[in-house]
């Protein structure tokens, strides 16, 4: 059964400052791990999906990294802005699956000017 | 650049009532997703659609829930009779065939009084 555990929940940091936000995994067998952003009562975002194959994705200010040996996946901001205020979500799917994605309960993201 | 549409944005409902909640998946997309998040909970996964069959459901998708692609373009979802338990946001999601990124839909609000 896979588990997906973020922290922190949340997190309040003045603008500017680099960020890690943290998504554990239970079950490593995994072919994919998604990161999602979801600001209040909106949908979710796709901002990286990371390969199994693959150590890092990066997109902009944003660098996601997979460890699976570990059960770890970080998600590094830099330079954060009052604009990166939102929940961020990891997503990992079932263990030998493409389908069904198991969802962290998110880190909440405030970001002050 | 395509997205995925879900309609109505907000629906209310008393309980006993069916609903149709509609999604219309990015054009070339080939697997369908229904997830749902209570307020203040994980998004949880309730259905994968492929081939115009359910390939995977969760237990909370049972018999009073139903999906259907009646149509080339349109995934809908149906409760036949809502409890009060099912008032959440509800997000449709697709992807391709050959790479695993899911895109969410905005999600549709659903109340049930």
């Known amino acids: 059964k896979q588990e997906v555990t973020q922290i922190p929940a949340a997190l309040s940091v003045p603008e500017g400052e680099n960020l890690v936000l943290n998504c554990s995994f239970t079950d490593s067998a995994i072919y994919n791990l998604q990161w999602f952003r979801q600001d209040p009562g909106k949908g979710l975002t796709s901002l990286l999906l990371?390969?199994?194959?693959?150590r890092e994705q990066t997109s902009g200010r944003l660098n996601a990294s997979l460890d699976k040996s570990s059960g770890r996946s970080t998600l590094y901001i830099a330079a954060s802005q009052p604009g990166d205020s939102a929940t961020y979500l990891c997503?990992?799917?079932?263990?030998?699956?493409?389908?069904?994605?198991?969802f962290g309960a998110g880190t909440r993201l405030a970001v002050h000017p | 650049e395509p997205e995925v549409t879900q309609t109505p944005s907000h629906q209310v409902t008393q309980m006993g009532q069916e609903v149709i909640l509609r999604c219309v998946p990015i054009s070339n997309h080939l697997y369908f997703y229904w997830y749902r998040q209570i307020l203040g909970q994980k998004v949880e996964f309730l259905v994968s659609f492929y081939n115009n069959e359910i390939s995977e459901k969760s237990e909370i998708f049972d018999d009073q829930f139903s999906v259907e692609r009646p149509d080339g373009s349109n995934f809908t979802l149906k409760i036949r009779s809502t409890k009060l338990e099912d008032s959440a946001m509800y997000f449709c999601?697709?992807?391709?065939?050959?790479?695993?990124?899911?895109?969410f839909g905005p999600g549709t609000r659903l109340t049930v009084t």
């Open positions: 990371i390969q199994s194959s693959q």
């Open positions: 997503a990992a799917p079932l263990s030998g699956g493409y389908n069904k994605l198991i």
């Open positions: 999601a697709s992807r391709g065939e050959f790479y695993y990124e899911q895109y």
